[in-house]
């Protein structure tokens, strides 16, 4: 970080770096923990540095406590019950209590005691938290664990927050979390222009910010120029396996798998770009094999759940599914797609009030994107509540519907309804949309959007005629509508035969 920014650090942010160092005596015994703490035996560290009185050692004491019972509950699947999984956090709040007030107590002890009382679910946890990250404002961990707890904007407006360079990347976070996406992209864009200049970090943030935009070209071309400014960086790299798989780019996808794996093929980063390129290919068990290794790498990596849900939906698993995008809710409740997901394999499992409910909570943490709000749609027109699925379809336009299918959903709607002009309205939209767009040439939905035009216009009257005829021609391009569109074209003729036998028999009696 000190590389990438332009200016010195606060003096006084940076004096509250200094902290009690073992003495002479005890820097051999800490030693040999940190040693074990970096292999993962966190038991033998926790033994190793109990009743050290500096602040170093003592924290470690306290986090490989935390650490060892957090392997304990994730390794022993077999007992799931919740006071069971807690019990060595009751242990830590009570023992992180006692020191409060005490010369020990210092910003990182602080922030493990915000950390259990986050993980216990309990309501001090955010007060403990912003006292954390204003004793400590560097440590970056101390302001996620409080980016996790807070719900909407109102909540961040009233946080008690130090004034130094911290907030400002903590600021950006949290609105990507919240999926502000247009004011995480205008924080970051600042920060990147001044003293960030140099931050892969920001840069990154930015081409995440633009995949949740849904602009894939922008996001494609930043991660790209992170790329070519340190090939070995492996940082947020799985977010761009994941614009590389929706924009359905193999070549650069293979090349980004192939060199992530020369870089560090035990980077659960890595495992998620090497899974999804085999998603890609359609080697869906060997993506949940490579998934499966990230999250035994990590196991509270919500990312490679949801992923790991997504090739189950491909693989026609909707259970194993299902509990995979529950573990993705579990460890983020503002991931969307984990949300969107279980809306999917409810509907697959033909249970509409469960997807109802699982597309609410998508389309609450982004109001604002058509691909939910024609999910929601979809899920109330099952439940023939038509005005409710139409009410959706026409926000879903409005918002900008980049598929262009909710006019579409939306005119089927109202030929549901019997709103038959507002329906051709809609198809017409419909397919001036979708012509601009440059999509859906040759799609069956054009043929139908066709056939009720021409349906409609020949209903209306002999002077409709001419319009009915235009759309009935159309019919004829697609197979689907073939047959009925020569139907629809002799129908057409006969009436306008007959329309001009009576003009003429008119005309003679006059």
């Known amino acids: 970080m000190d590389f990438a920014v332009t200016q010195k650090l606060d003096p006084d942010v940076a004096d509250s770096l200094e902290y009690q160092q073992p003495k002479r005596k005890g820097r ?46 994730v390794e022993d699947e077999s007992d799931k019950s919740s006071e069971t999984k807690i019990a060595h956090l009751k242990l830590l709040h009570q023992d992180l209590g006692r020191l409060r007030n005490t010369a020990q107590w210092d910003g990182y002890l602080c922030y493990l ?43 961040l407006s009233q946080l008690k927050l130090p004034d130094c360079w911290m907030k400002y990347l903590f600021m950006g976070h949290i609105l990507g979390e919240l999926h502000l996406d247009e004011a995480a992209l205008s924080l ?39 790329r070519e400014e ?7 790299m799985d977010v761009y396996s994941n614009v590389l798989y929706v924009q359905i780019n193999q070549p650069e996808l293979a090349q980004l798998a192939h060199q992530a794996f020369a870089v560090d093929k035990y980077r659960v980063e890595t495992c998620c770009i090497v899974g999804n390129y085999y998603g890609l290919r359609g080697q869906h068990e060997k993506a949940v094999l490579y998934l499966q290794r990230a999250l035994k ?73 058509s691909r939910m709000l024609v999910a929601l749609g979809d899920a109330y027109d099952k439940l023939e509540r038509l005005h409710d699925a139409k009410k959706c379809y026409w926000k879903a336009h409005c918002v900008g519907d980049l598929e262009c299918i909710a006019l579409l959903r939306l005119a089927k709607t109202y030929d549901k309804l019997k709103e038959t002009d507002h329906a051709a309205a809609a198809y017409c939209d419909y397919l001036r949309d979708s012509e601009k767009q440059g999509s859906g040439e040759g799609d069956e939905h054009h043929g139908q959007a066709y056939l009720y035009l021409a349906s409609y216009y020949l209903s209306k009257g002999p002077q409709f005629l001419d319009l009915a005829r235009e759309y009935a021609q159309k019919c004829v391009e ?15 003729a006969q009436r306008c035969q007959e329309e001009n036998s009576r003009v003429n028999f008119t005309y003679v009696k006059f």
């Open 297 to 369: 790498l990590n196991p509270h990596y919500s990312y490679a759940w949801t992923i790991m849900g997504h090739e189950n939906i491909e693989m026609k698993n909707s259970n194993a599914a299902i509990a995979c995008y529950r573990k993705a809710t579990e460890m983020n409740m503002r991931d969307f797609r984990a949300w969107y997901g279980l809306g999917q394999a409810y509907e697959i499992l033909k249970m509409p009030l469960y997807s109802l409910y699982y597309y609410r909570m998508a389309q609450s943490l982004k109001p604002d994107d």
């Open 478 to 492: 697609y197979p689907t509508t073939l047959a009925d569109g020569k139907a629809l074209l002799r129908e057409v």
């Open 188 to 226: 970051y864009e600042k920060l990147h222009q001044g003293v960030f200049e140099h931050s892969l970090y920001v840069k990154s943030q930015i081409a995440k910010i633009y995949y949740s935009l849904r602009d894939g070209i922008q996001a494609a071309t930043k991660f790209s120029e992170i």
């Open 28 to 73: 051999a015994r800490y030693i040999l923990a940190k040693k074990y703490f970096d292999v993962k035996e966190y038991s033998r560290c926790a033994h190793y540095t109990q009743g050290c009185k500096d602040q170093v050692s003592m924290f470690l004491h306290y986090y490989s406590r935390y650490m060892a019972g957090e392997k304990i509950v």
């Open 113 to 155: 005691h915000g950390l259990v009382l986050r993980k216990m679910d309990l309501p001090h946890a955010l007060q403990v938290l912003q006292d954390a990250v204003n004793l400590t404002p560097l440590n970056w961990a101390a302001w996620l664990e409080l980016a996790n707890l807070i719900k909407n904007s109102e909540m």
């Open 230 to 236: 340190d090939p070995y960086c492996l940082d947020a």
